[in-house]
T-cell receptor
Framework: GESVGLHLPTLSVQEGDNSIINCAYSNSASDYFIWYKQESGKGPQFIIDIRSNMDKRQGQRVTVLLNKTVKHLSLQIAATQPGDSAVYFC?????????FGKGTKLTVNP | DTGVSQNPRHKITKRGQNVTFRCDPI?????LYWYRQTLGQGPEFLTY????????KSRLLSDRFSAERPKGSFSTLEIQRTEQGDSAMYLC??????????FGSGTQLSVL
């Protein structure tokens, strides 16, 4: 069945360091993946997406890597800032809807 | 602001009461989704509409839940005879097509 999960529930980094958040998915038929950021009391906010015909995609300070062989997705945040503190979710596109993992809580220490 | 709008932001109700939430999607988006999120979990899919047609409902959506999108614009989610287990954040999202969803800020429901 469809499921998306994360390797770590929490991640703590120092301001200015790079952050890497990982995600494993199980549906090999998924062809589209998204990373969302969710701050307390708010809805998920789109960060970056990637289609299955790509291995890497870069945005502003963020990079998503997709390894279809091992069904692994990662989000890299460069020069992490306090404003990056939030819960990050990966989601896969499964049959007309997004399926979300449980999330990783990122804490940025000053 | 032309993002997804949800009302109310917070709702406190007593067990057994009915509640209704409203979602106004981004105007040019024909797809509208409802998700539920409990503390420490990712959003769980409930149902979605393409225009006014409700195309899929999750098994999570018991018969006490009903969603409508009568004119293919705003949507309502009603929960009848609320239970404490219904306490959650109810998120609405819209999309112009299959793919990226734009979420509202959610309605936080507390059932006492």
């Amino acid at each position: 069945g469809e499921s998306v999960g994360l390797h770590l529930p929490t991640l703590s980094v120092q301001e200015g360091d790079n952050s890497i958040i990982n995600c494993a998915y199980s549906n090999s038929a998924s062809d589209y993946f998204i990373w969302y950021k969710q701050e307390s009391g708010k809805g998920p906010q789109f960060i970056i997406d990637i289609r299955s015909n790509m291995d890497k995609r870069q945005g502003q300070r963020v990079t998503v890597l997709l390894n279809k062989t091992v069904k692994h997705l990662s989000l890299q945040i460069a020069a992490t800032q306090p404003g990056d503190s939030a819960v990050y979710f990966c989601a896969e596109n499964g049959s007309e809807k997004l399926v979300f993992g449980k999330g990783t809580k990122l804490t940025v220490n000053p | 602001d032309t993002g997804v709008s949800q009302n109310p932001r917070h709702k406190i109700t007593k067990r057994g009461q009915n509640v209704t939430f409203r979602c106004d999607p981004i105007s040019e988006h024909n797809r509208l989704y409802w998700y539920r999120q409990t503390l420490g979990q990712g959003p769980e899919f409930l149902t979605y509409f393409q225009n006014e047609a409700q195309l899929e409902k999750s098994r999570l959506l018991s018969d006490r839940f009903s969603a409508e999108r009568p004119k293919g614009s705003f949507s309502t989610l009603e929960i009848q005879r609320t239970e404490q287990g219904d306490s959650a954040m109810y998120l609405c999202a819209s999309s112009p097509r299959h793919g990226k969803l734009f979420f509202g800020s959610g309605t936080q429901l507390s059932v006492l």
